[in-house]
C-alpha cells in the first residue's frame, strides 16, 4: 500500500494555528517581567555632574540608573538573542529631575519601551547638569527576557 501525507488548506491552516499559539504562550513568562516597574532603589545620586557634553552626560546618567536598579542590571555578557532593544531619549533639567523620555526606536517586544520609560522616571532626580543647564542624551536599553538589563553605555558585550 503506497501511503503520502495530502497537504489540504485545512491541514495547512491547522499546523500554522498550532505554531502560533506555541510561539504566544512561550512569550508569556517573558511578559510578565515587564508588567509593573521595579522600584528604584533611592541613592544618594551624584549632587552635580562634570559633563559638558551630551555624551559625557550619557555615562553619568548611565552610572546613576545602574545605582538605582542596581538588582536589575544583568551581570556578564548579554545573551546573544535580546527580549528587546529601545532607543530612548531622555531630557534632563538643570537640578537633574527628569523632564522628558521619548522612545526614539521601540523594541520588538512592545513591552518593554513602557517599562524603561516608567523606569528613568522613577530613578530621578539625575546628576544636575551643571556645566550644561540642561542636557538631552539618548541611550540604548538592551534587554534580556529576565527582566534584567544592560545600557549601551556600560554594556559588557554580548555572547
Given at each position: 500500500?503506497?501511503?503520502?501525507?495530502?497537504?489540504?488548506?485545512?491541514?495547512?491552516?491547522?499546523?500554522?494555528?498550532?505554531?502560533?499559539?506555541?510561539?504566544?504562550?512561550?512569550?508569556?513568562?517573558?511578559?510578565?517581567?515587564?508588567?509593573?516597574?521595579?522600584?528604584?532603589?533611592?541613592?544618594?545620586?551624584?549632587?552635580?555632574?562634570?559633563?559638558?557634553n551630551d555624551k559625557e552626560y550619557r555615562r553619568d546618567g548611565a552610572r546613576h540608573l545602574y545605582?538605582?536598579?542596581?538588582?536589575?542590571?544583568?551581570?556578564?555578557?548579554?545573551?546573544?538573542?535580546?527580549?528587546?532593544?529601545?532607543?530612548?531619549?531622555?531630557?534632563?533639567?538643570?537640578?537633574?529631575?527628569?523632564?522628558?523620555?521619548?522612545?526614539?526606536?521601540?523594541?520588538?517586544?512592545?513591552?518593554?519601551?513602557?517599562?524603561?520609560?516608567?523606569?528613568?522616571?522613577?530613578?530621578?532626580?539625575?546628576?544636575?547638569?551643571?556645566?550644561?543647564?540642561?542636557?538631552?542624551?539618548?541611550?540604548?536599553?538592551?534587554?534580556?527576557?529576565?527582566?534584567?538589563?544592560?545600557?549601551?553605555?556600560?554594556?559588557?558585550?554580548?555572547?
Amino acid at each position: 500500500m503506497n501511503t503520502h501525507l495530502v497537504s489540504t488548506p485545512r491541514a495547512r491552516f491547522t499546523g500554522l494555528a498550532a505554531l502560533a499559539l506555541a510561539a504566544a504562550l512561550s512569550a508569556a513568562p517573558a511578559f510578565a517581567q515587564f508588567k509593573s516597574v521595579p522600584p528604584a532603589q533611592k541613592t544618594k545620586a551624584t549632587v552635580v555632574s562634570s559633563a559638558t557634553n551630551d555624551k559625557e552626560y550619557r555615562r553619568d546618567g548611565a552610572r546613576h540608573l545602574y545605582k538605582a536598579y542596581a538588582k536589575h542590571i544583568h551581570k556578564g555578557k548579554m545573551p546573544p538573542l535580546l527580549y528587546g532593544i529601545a532607543i530612548i531619549e531622555t531630557e534632563i533639567g538643570s537640578r537633574g529631575e527628569v523632564q522628558n523620555v521619548r522612545v526614539v526606536r521601540q523594541p520588538a517586544a512592545a513591552e518593554v519601551a513602557p517599562w524603561a520609560v516608567q523606569m528613568i522616571k522613577a530613578a530621578g532626580p539625575f546628576p544636575a547638569p551643571t556645566k550644561m543647564g540642561s542636557v538631552r542624551y539618548t541611550e540604548i536599553w538592551l534587554v534580556d527576557k529576565s527582566g534584567r538589563f544592560q545600557l549601551d553605555t556600560l554594556t559588557e558585550g554580548q555572547r
